[in-house]
């Protein structure tokens, strides 16, 4: 079955500080992946998503995130957070097939970020 | 602009009632999502539509019921029979299609509290 583990609960970086959030995934196929990010009481908005092509994608906000097959990996990082920045991220996996187009969602990790 | 409104935002419930999402879509997406989230749970599916008159139980849909007469709303109760209903529900959108590279756009949400 897929499934998506983000291994941390809560990070807290300085602003200005680099960023690496992680994700690793389970499918046995090509996968479908994308970053969200969820600010306290919202929706959550799209960060970016791997299809297929470069491994390494460009999104929103200053953010980026590199595709690992093999370390089945899919971490997310910015150079230089910034306080707005601070919001809570999922990690997410589209599982085709029987699944008929979900996301599969990591259970998020919370940003915390120090003045 | 095209979005999501899910209403209303705050919703208090007495135990025993059934209450009723609100979500439309103008977005001309064909799919649908209800999903449920609970600190430190991410996100957990509760029920999908991917065409009007059609619709799929998630992984927690035991509680809850929806209908889709119509491609722009996708409304959620839910009943007396959910056992622990306070928590945050979000509805989603999407083009559709069954391969898993459904980019997802989500509403603001509303938080349901049993009194």
């Known amino acids: 079955a897929q499934s998506v583990t983000q291994p941390d609960i809560h990070i807290t970086v300085s602003e200005g500080a680099s960023l690496e959030l992680r994700c690793n995934y389970s499918?046995?196929?090509?996968?479908?992946l994308f970053w969200y990010v969820q600010s306290p009481g919202q929706g959550l908005q799209l960060l970016l998503k791997?299809?297929?092509?470069?491994?390494l994608v460009q999104g929103i906000k200053g953010f980026e995130a590199e595709f690992k097959r093999s370390q089945s990996s899919f971490n997310l990082r910015k150079p230089s957070v910034h306080w707005s920045d601070a919001a809570e991220y999922f990690c997410a996996v589209g599982a085709g097939g029987g699944s008929q187009g979900n996301l599969i969602f990591g259970k998020g990790t919370k940003l915390s970020v120090k003045p | 602009d095209g979005g999501i409104t899910q209403s209303p935002k705050y919703l208090f419930r007495k135990e025993g009632q059934n209450v009723t999402l609100s979500c439309e879509q103008n977005?001309?997406?064909?799919?649908m999502y209800w999903y449920r989230q609970d600190p430190g749970q991410g996100l957990r599916l509760i029920y999908y539509s991917q065409i009007v008159n059609d619709f799929q139980k998630g992984d927690i849909a035991e509680g809850y019921s929806v209908s889709r007469e119509k491609k722009e709303s996708f409304p959620l109760t839910v009943t007396s029979a959910q056992k622990n209903p306070t928590a945050f529900y979000l509805c989603a959108s999407s083009r559709g299609g069954a391969s898993g590279a459904n980019v997802l756009t989500f509403g603001a949400g509303s938080r349901l509290t049993v009194l």
């Open positions: 499918y046995g196929a090509t996968p479908y």
């Open positions: 977005l001309n997406h064909d799919a």
């Open positions: 791997y299809f297929s092509g470069d491994t």
